[in-house]
Nanobody
Framework: QVQLVESGGGLVHTGDSLKLSCASSGRTFSNYAMGWFRQAPGKGRTFVASIDSNGGTTYYADSVKGRFTISRDNAKNTVYLQMNSLKPEDTAVYYC????????????????WGQGTQVTVSS
């Protein structure tokens, strides 16, 4: 059974940085892409960033390009989201996700989800 546990959320001010972590267990981590999504209050869940199984390919939403960086440590079964220059519009619950099938990476492929971690950016 795949388990994803996020951590690192919190309350910060505009311009601050925050690093989220997501620990995965239950299968061979290095075979699967990982992603981050977020859900702002009153809105649907949207794509933030994704990374392929070996960390060589990454994708970002336009709204976070140049400010957020996704990375992974396959030895630690963990994916990270470094968030810099945070803005109030980044306020959301951030979810870690992974596909059911290995080596898949389309946004629609992400089937397993963590419980989410709250990020609040005050102005």
């Amino acid at each position: 059974q795949v388990q994803l546990v996020e951590s690192g959320g919190g309350l910060v001010h505009t311009g601050d940085s925050l690093k989220l972590s997501c620990a995965s267990s239950g299968r061979t981590f290095s075979n699967y892409a990982m992603g981050w999504f977020r859900q702002a209050p009153g809105k649907g869940r949207t794509f933030v960033a994704s990374i392929d199984s070996n960390g060589g390919t990454t994708y970002y939403a336009d709204s976070v390009k140049g400010r957020f960086t996704i990375s992974r440590d396959n030895a630690k079964n963990t994916v990270y989201l470094q968030m810099n220059s945070l803005k109030p519009e980044d306020t959301a619950v951030y979810y870690c996700a992974t596909p059911r099938r290995p080596y898949r990476m389309r946004q629609s492929d992400f089937d397993y989800w963590g419980q989410g971690t709250q990020v609040t950016v005050s102005s």
